[in-house]
């Protein structure tokens, strides 16, 4: 398994911005595909973007707004949040998905965001 490590949550206003970066251990290049889930209290955990070595896919509600990114060399990831609102308050959690077969199999400790209205 690969350790990820979170960062770059906290308490912003609505429509404001937030950068989310994720540090991995291993080679990311080598994972069929990089994302980000987030948990809100009481609700399911949802896959908000994911990244493969060429495509991206995007939760409905976050398109035009998200950007997830990934840097091989430094093996980090990162989630770009603008026009952020009160509904994108959640728990957000890195995740590596080995292959396909496998699926999401290694999390982060997950970052706190919390948008204000």
């Known amino acids: 398994q690969v350790q990820l490590v979170e960062s770059g949550g906290g308490l912003v206003q609505a429509g404001g911005s937030l950068r989310l970066s994720c540090a991995a251990s291993?080679?990311?290049?080598?994972?069929?595909?990089m994302g980000w889930y987030r948990q809100a209290p009481g609700k399911q955990r949802v896959l908000v973007a994911a990244i493969t070595s060429d495509a991206t896919i995007y939760l409905d509600s976050v398109k035009g707004r998200f950007t997830i990114s990934r840097d091989n060399a430094k093996n980090m990831v990162f989630l770009q949040m603008n026009s952020l609102r009160p509904e994108d308050t959640a728990v957000y959690y890195c995740?590596?998905?080995?292959?396909?077969?496998?699926?999401?199999?290694?999390w982060g400790q997950g970052t706190q965001v919390t948008v204000s209205s």
């Open positions: 995740a590596a998905r080995p292959d396909i077969t496998t699926g999401w199999r290694d």
């Open positions: 291993g080679t990311i290049f080598s994972f069929n595909a």
